[in-house]
């Protein structure tokens, strides 16, 4: 995953390894192709972990030429974004398949090698395991971020401690809103605050970048909530924006589609309802079939079959006049 700071959102231009030429998908199609068949290659010469792991970050690291690809798709149109973006996590599930397989090989032979020349001593006390592993919030965020990658967004990231600028007035939020109140939001002083919401990560990208803009800004957010099961004063948003012409409620649709079945199945369906979201029109609340009862109704979704996942709206014309 990309982190991509708004500061510096414009200079993300050149892209080592990768050159997209005229050619466009075919292009890119050959380069995926070759980093396919070099990287099974690399994979089955490794002949122990070290090699297994570099091999690993050369191809499917942050830096790795897989992942140089998707960020060379900003070149493209988007009709073929999706193509390449779809190409690319195919190719990336299969490396990882190979990786996975290789490990287990060499695990097994290293296992062999030891029980043929070490002697072990079953009365010696074991040595202590440190058990570890990535926290689940970190793992949705990243899950979220590489489907949102594989369709040409790029990633775009703030400041937590915000101004009441960015995270109100740009926003249309008027000065007599009750989010505003020093009971729904954390204020340091008058103008600086603990942002409640990530879209003055938007408006801080579209003060520095022209259109067409598409990203997603996922991260933590501040509220002033007691702690029950629903409510934390300290929570994580990921939220989505596409500034671009002839964009409509059609692809916000087939956008959150898209992305509910790759998150959380292909099984999973949509309810899109109407809803009043201030200063945005038309608005809607999104709910998925449960995840748990396939939407027959049961404990974890009330007996309703659904479960409330977002809300998703037309911008309005005011906050870009206030940019």
Known sequence: MKIINTDNIDKQKHINHIKINKKGVVHMKEEISKIKKESLEEIAKC????????????YLGK??????????????????RPIIGSLVNEVRDELNKAFDEKQKEL?????????????????????KIDLGSIHPITQIIDEVSEIFLGMGYEIADGPEVEKSIYNFDKLNTPPDHPA????????????????SQTSPVQARVMENKKPPIKIICPGAVYRSDSIDSTHSPVFHQVEGLVVDKNISMTDLKGTLEMFAKKCLGKDTKLRFRPHHFPFTEPSAEVDVSC??????GCRVCKNEGWIELLGCRNGSSKCFKKL
Request: aromatic fraction near 4%; hydrophobic fraction near 35%.
């Open 47 to 58: 002949s122990n972990m070290q090699e297994l792991n570099e091999c690993k970050v050369k």
């Open 180 to 195: 505003r109140d020093i009971q729904d939001t954390f204020y340091i002083t008058d103008d600086i605050l603990l942002r």
């Open 107 to 127: 695990e097994k032979e290293e296992l062999l090698k030891k029980l043929q020349t070490e002697n072990i001593d079953v009365t010696e006390p074991s040595k």
């Open 291 to 296: 995840f748990v009862c396939g939407g027959k």
């Open 63 to 80: 830096k790795g030429a897989l992942t140089v690809v998707l960020r060379g798709m900003g070149a493209l149109s988007p009709e073929e």
